[in-house]
């Protein structure tokens, strides 16, 4: 989002179209639970449009299409860019832009989202993940890189009780498959599924000086 990138392929990093999102039905609970449709996957168009990328998957799961446009990613973003908190020079967007955009383009009342662990963080999500039927933002990198977050896993179903403990995340990035940070490949494909330990590489605290209100929150973008 803030820190450059390097992509072998097209370039692409952060920056988000349509009303009346279907909600998914609660379904059996079997101890995972995801809202990944296939086909929803897209890459972000250059180095700061991974929030834009990750704005389009999103709508594409949640209004249930395949929108590649690269025109319609760099509008998200844009918008995004221009609905951000915060003044981020090289381009990208903040969490507050991304859940804007979301709203702004069909996806429903989402918000910046986030607690003082991982922990605490993963099981919002995932509440309200169950409770909605949509996918999650996850700001990784320390906030410097936008993922979705497609579903999860967890000792108890979410929607039944507050007592539970995520377990493991499904997610996926727009640099998948060649672009990399700091010269390593970093993103999940789609469908991934991650432990806690390997997740817990990527997903840090917020660290950003200017961003006193994120700041030592894990941030999610939550519908």
């Known amino acids: 989002m803030r820190h450059p990138l390097r992509l072998f392929v097209v370039p692409v990093m952060l920056a988000v179209m349509l009303v009346?999102?279907?909600v998914q039905t609660a379904e059996a609970w079997t101890g995972r639970y995801s809202v990944y449709r296939p086909d929803s996957f897209v890459r972000q168009v250059n180095n700061h449009a991974c929030v834009g990328a990750s704005v389009q998957m999103m709508l594409n799961m949640i209004l249930d299409r395949s929108d590649k446009s690269g025109e319609n990613q760099r509008t998200y973003?844009?918008?995004a860019r221009d609905n951000s908190r915060y003044t981020i020079t090289n381009g990208g967007a903040d969490p507050r832009g991304w859940a804007l955009a979301l709203r702004h383009f069909g996806g429903?009342?989402?918000k910046v989202g986030g607690r003082y662990t991982m922990q605490g963080s993963l099981k919002q999500a995932a509440k309200r993940m169950r409770a909605t039927g949509k996918p999650v933002?996850?700001?990784?990198?320390r906030g410097g890189h936008a993922w979705?977050?497609?579903?999860?896993k967890a000792t108890a179903d979410p929607a039944k009780t507050r007592n539970f403990?995520?377990?493991g995340v499904q997610a996926m990035g727009p640099?998948?498959?060649d672009g990399t940070i700091n010269g390593r490949l970093y993103d999940p494909g789609p469908k991934t599924w991650l432990g806690l330990s390997a997740l817990k590489q990527k997903f840090?605290?917020?660290k950003w000086a200017p961003a006193k209100s994120w700041n030592g929150r894990w941030i999610t973008v939550i519908p």
């Open 175 to 177: 640099l998948w498959p």
């Open 204 to 206: 840090k605290s917020y």
């Open 165 to 167: 403990k995520v377990t």
């Open 137 to 141: 933002g996850l700001l990784v990198w």
């Open 108 to 110: 429903g009342d989402y």
């Open 20 to 22: 009346g999102a279907p």
């Open 77 to 79: 973003l844009r918008y």
């Open 148 to 152: 979705v977050m497609t579903g999860f």
